[in-house]
């Protein structure tokens, strides 16, 4: 990490789990764990969460983000949520193209873009995911893979713009299936997109864009992951849920 030119995030993608009484029993968990952190501390939580975390976290060094958004305003999109609706109870962030979005509910690159534009027009801070399948890893084209995602989602999204939006790197092969990318590999892959962005927008604007690691980072592992030059935190999914562990990433952030 480069902490004196790019903030490093810690944030939470805590998926379909905690109901409000839970999320606030966690939260209050992690509040004193994590209050004297030196990087960014976000929870991703559920819809039904988002009013309890945020009024949970009021006062506290923890920002409350949500897992998805739509790009439209509002309109006849049953179950969808707005970014305005986001904006008005609070919610900071907001986690886009996740590859279980991609995966399981048919979102695209064309969609993604349409929600990071939508998202950074509300004052919200997207959280942008890419990363490559198994398959593709195997057939080597990673670096193909990730920078037509990076070129796709960020679409007529303007350099000023870009310094609010967050890129989180998750090998799809990675995801929830306790497997990790080693150190050398997540930091090859966030050099990449560091690159990519570095070409289609400029140098300060690839040295100064926060890119997370997201594939099954732990307590075991994130000292040496976030270690690493372009590593600027982390998307956590199991590990967000548990308190101590989650400290633990957020120590291991702010001490690297």
């Known amino acids: 990490m480069k902490k004196d030119v790019r903030k490093a995030i810690i ?5 379909m789990n905690k109901t409000p009484s839970e999320a606030k029993a966690l939260l209050a ?20 969460d ?3 975390a945020v009024e949970a976290t009021q006062g506290t060094n923890i920002k409350i983000g949500a897992e998805n958004c739509h790009w439209a305003e509002s309109g006849a999109f049953t179950g969808e949520i707005s970014t305005g609706m986001l ?3 609070g919610v ?7 590859s279980e979005r991609r995966q399981y509910f048919g979102e695209t690159d064309e969609t993604v873009n349409k ?16 990363g490559e399948l198994l398959w593709e890893r195997e057939c080597d084209i990673t670096e193909e893979v990730v920078a037509r995602q990076i070129k796709l ?20 092969w990675a995801i929830g299936t306790g497997k990790t990318a080693t150190a050398d590999q997540a930091e090859e892959v966030c050099a990449l997109i560091r690159a990519t962005i570095k070409k289609l927008y400029s140098p300060a604007a690839a040295e100064g864009i926060t890119i997370q690691y997201g594939g099954s980072m732990n307590d075991k592992n994130a000292d040496e992951l976030v270690g690493k030059l372009n590593v600027d935190g982390g998307l956590i999914g199991g590990a967000s849920l548990v308190a101590d ?7 291991a952030a702010s001490n690297n």
């Open 245 to 251: 562990k989650f400290a633990a990433i957020v120590n």
């Open 153 to 172: 989602d960020l679409f007529d999204v303007s350099e000023e713009e870009l310094q609010n939006v967050v890129i989180a790197y998750e090998p799809v």
């Open 87 to 89: 904006k008005e109870i």
């Open 50 to 52: 988002l009013a309890a």
């Open 115 to 130: 929600r990071v534009k939508a998202a950074l027009a509300a004052g919200l801070k997207p959280i942008v995911c890419v």
């Open 92 to 98: 900071e962030y907001v986690v886009l193209g996740h």
């Open 29 to 48: 968990q992690m509040i004193p764990l994590v209050k004297d952190a030196t990087c960014e501390v976000v929870a991703c939580v559920p819809y039904v």
């Open 11 to 15: 944030a939470g993608n805590w998926k």
